[in-house]
């Protein structure tokens, strides 16, 4: 056999070889951008709320493919059974249009973080 | 009497010779797990398959031969012995009598290697269902359970919210699908059509049970149950042969009187109708009763 030919071979294979992107995986890359777009210090209201608004229209995409995906369907992986654990915590988009919520506020509700519990910290030991 | 004694040491002594040969014939397949991966109808025929290769199949298939030649052997000297007279019907009555033991010694070693097959296919396909129980129970596990149905509450809820979502989304109840999830959709289409067109592949067939589609452990709990049954039936078969070699015993008993009475041959050969090689036991039977 040649050395193209095997070069060939090689490559062949390497594009053969499937990727790991999920419609999960593709759903966890895109909230997490979009969680790091909500707590970016640098970004200024009006930056912040345009990457936002950008990002909500991908991500409901992305909510809707996992949700439709048969092939999940009793899927035993780490990502399938965390994913579909918190529906609210996954899918923000949808939950946060649910609940009439900014993505934000939602999100931030998951997290336990309000109002009240921010003005209730107090920084200290354990 | 002396020849007699003669021919049954010489059949004795083959006899033994033969069944050393099939005593030491193995088929040792294995519940391989790409054998519980088959499709059920290939099991069944890489098994087959397997036992045809192996030195039992082969024994077996060379003692079947050898049973097919000696029933033909015994159906021509019956038919020799009605039209000899004198010597002549004596001594082909003590061949016949001769031929007789040593088919039911073949029977019997043919017998000893189908019940090996039966006793060899119980065991394969036991550890097969006792595979494909474990994983099936691995697949099923509670959590598995447990996930289908959170996929399901997950889909409900979507549903339920999808039109609201758009509405404050998007200012509108159809919402506008991007690039990615149209091309996404049309992968998925594709994806269904092929998973269909294997699942209708003649070459994918699942099992069936007198026309009616069955599980692959509902096949393999068939295969067991079947080859108990030809176990059993090697059983009640060995029962025919123990008969017939009584018979066969009385026969020679009774050539042995009629030599002894100076012996006439008048009496003819038990009047065996001269059939074509028989296939079963059973149907060996009428070379042995007299009419």
Known sequence: MSKKTLILAAALMALATPALAGSVE??????????????APDLSPGERQESLAAGQRRLVDLERMVLRDKTLSGRETTAVRMAFANYDLTFLVLASGEKNLSLTDHWLEQMGLSTETLQNARKGRR | MNRTSTALAALLVFCAAQAAQASIATWQPQASEKLVRMQPTYIAKALDRDFSASDLGTALADVNGKIKGKAATIADLKDAAEH???????????QMLAEKKEYLGLIGEQQDLRRRHAK?????????LRKLSRSNNLRETEAGGELVQKQSEARKRFLKSSDAVDLKLFGQTTAPTSKYSAEYAKNVAVIEQLLSAINTHPMNAG????????????????????????????????QIVGYMAKLVSL???ALSDDLASSGDGEEGAAGEDGEASPDGVADAVSMFIPE
């Open chain 1, 26 to 39: 593709n759903l966890e890359r895109e909230r997490s951008g979009l969680v790091s777009t909500m707590l």
């Open chain 2, 84 to 94: 000899a007279a004198g010597e002549t019907k004596i001594e082909l009555r003590h």
């Open chain 2, 120 to 128: 060899t296919k119980m065991r394969v396909y036991g550890e097969m």
């Open chain 2, 207 to 238: 099992a069936e049970i007198d026309g009616q589609p069955v599980s692959k452990e509902e096949f393999l709990r068939q295969q067991v149950a079947k080859a108990e049954t030809e176990a059993s039936l090697i059983d009640q078969e060995a």
């Open chain 2, 251 to 253: 026969d020679a008993a």
